[in-house]
Each structure stands twice: as C-alpha cells, then as structure tokens.
C-alpha cells in the first residue's frame, strides 16, 4: 500500500492510511506500506518547524510511533528519492516485498510509481478528492501518465455514473469508501459539556476552474453557514488550518483551535472527536456542486465513535441512509433543524451513529468490496 504519513506527519490524516492497513491485516491479508518521496524539493512537512522541506526526520519519527501503535512497527518503509535511499523496518526488503506482491493500493495517488511498484501485476488508485483529482488529470499530463499506469481505479464519488457532474478523464472509476476498523473506534460515553467540532483545512489548495465552471474549497462551503452560532448557541468548534480563517470564524461565534495543538498524532486525533459532542461539518463546495456522493472518512470515524454527525449533503444521502446518527443539510434552514434535532434526540442520535457505521463503513466489508474489484 502506498500512502502519506511521513510527508504529512498530522493526527487526522494519518487514520485514513492507517484504517487500510490495519483492516487488510486483520482481514488475514500480508500488508506493507509503502511511501516514495517523489521528487520535489517541498515533499516533507515539518510541523515543528513550520515548513516543508526534503528532511524526512520529523515524519519517520511519527510514522515508527503511529505503526507501533497500532501492532504494525515491523510493516513500512519510506524511499527518498533525493537521497537514493530507504528507510523504516523495511528499508533492506522493499523491492522484494514490491516483487512478491499480488496487489498495489495507491491511497489518493499521491504516490508516483517507480520501476519496483510498476511490476506489481494489479495496482488500484484510490481516488478519495473527487472532482480536483480528475480535473489534475485533464490539465497536468504528469499526473495523468502516472494514473494512467494503474489497472484499477476507485474514487469516493459514489454517485459516479448516477449522476455527478465530474469531468472525464478517461479512467474508468469505481465507487468506494472509507473503511473503518471499528474495534479501534470504540464507543466511549459522551461529553456531559460538548461542542459540534470538526478538523479541515480552510483553503488546501486553490480553487479549480474547468470548461467554464469552478469547483470551490471549504472556504467557499462555509459562508452561508457563518451565522449558524447566532441562531443556535455558541456550540461550534473548528479545528482549523489555514492564515485566513481563524479571525473571520471567531468573529461570527464560532470557537476555533489550532489542529497542531489540539490533535498532533493519530490518538490525540482520535480523543479529539471522542469529547466531542458530534461533528458539524461543510464540504469542498466542488464535491457539493458536482453532486460526487463523496463522504469523509472523518466523518464515518465520528459515527464509529458514536457521535452523531451533521455533514453538508454532497449527494451522498442517496447511498448512505440518512436522519438517525447522520443528518445531511443543503441550507442554513435545515443545518438549523439538524442541530436542534440532535439536541433533543442525542442518546438516539448517538445510538444510531455506531450503527450506521457498522452497517456501512466496516472495513471488512468495504475492503472485500475492493479487493473482489481490483485484482
């Protein structure tokens, strides 16, 4: 499996790499993970020095902790292109774990494949930003020609081909999920005093504009929903990166952390959503706009933990049932409602999120769905 933990050493994100792993594992499945540095020299993001560089020294260090954690210390490796070399438990066997392997994984393809990856019979991108990832394709040719060396391709729209206005790039996608391995999210007793939280970042990347339309950011999804403090109380917190957001948020009510601080490895991450009251969260107003069906995999982690989430509707309330433990809102009306829903129906609400989870998102499940598809 290829992924980005020691490039992108940050709580949240870590759990999407790790939830493959970890589920793979316990299906009884031989997994390595992988990570090639590619070849830019702003590959590596230091978060105690606030920048990027090509030093791989902090992100190795809380990669080795984020894999013994989970039982998997043994498991990875890190290539570094700029220094031609291997790192991590597996650094003396990576090609031969590459030349043994029946299946690649590239986890939102942000890994480039080489000579030893190439060889693998069955490699499957996984495509988890829809809408950008397919228009990244159609105007960068580098990034085509490397998708474009896989055989199977996954995406998190799952109204791909029902619908969703998602640019062609000639790659034959198939719908897929987030896994969750529930047994490492356990139900925990909810916050006597808890706030609506959630992590994002406020602006990733620039907006994206293709034949005439714009596919917009989080920062765009927001705007409407600014006022949502003044209608239902002070109850809104938001982990948040980003130069730009923190004033205009605290401004209109909402309460704003620092994710370094407040989640800095995967199991603070993990604490973070478990004294939370639910999450509240908008969409890239691309996935909105396009009508993709995709669902974060922060989210299904917030109803594995039996918090209720109240999420911006992408579509995605046409595959996954919605109003018990998930409720999906379209205006600053109806996340209105959802609140005050969840409000006077919490010990329901929460009840009904570790069910939805098991019901959709169990790893088991969803990574057989995969796997039958892939190879």
Known sequence: MLGYIVRGPVGGLVWHYLQYVLGLARMGHDVCFLEDSGDSLWCCYDPSRHLFDTDPTFGLGFADRAFQAVGLSKRWAYYDAHARRWWGPLAESAL??????????????????????QSISHRAFVDTDPVFTQIRHLTDPGRRQNAAQHTAFFSFAERLGRGAAIPDDGLRWQPTRQPIVLDVWPVVAAPEIGRFTTVMQWESYTAREYQGRRF????????????????VGRLFEVAVGGHTAPRLLTEHGWIVSDPLQAIPDPFGYQRYLQRSKGEFSVAKQGYVVSRSGWFSERSAAYLASGRPVIAEDTGFREHIPSGDGLLSFSSPDEATRAVTDVLERYDHHCRAARALAEAEFDSTRVLQHLLDRAM
């Open 96 to 117: 031969d774990v590459c030349a043994d392997a029946h299946l690649l994984l590239n986890l939102s393809g942000e890994n480039q494949l080489r000579s030893w990856t």
């Open 216 to 231: 917009g950011l989080k920062s765009d999804s927001f705007m409407p929903y600014l006022d949502l403090p003044s209608r």
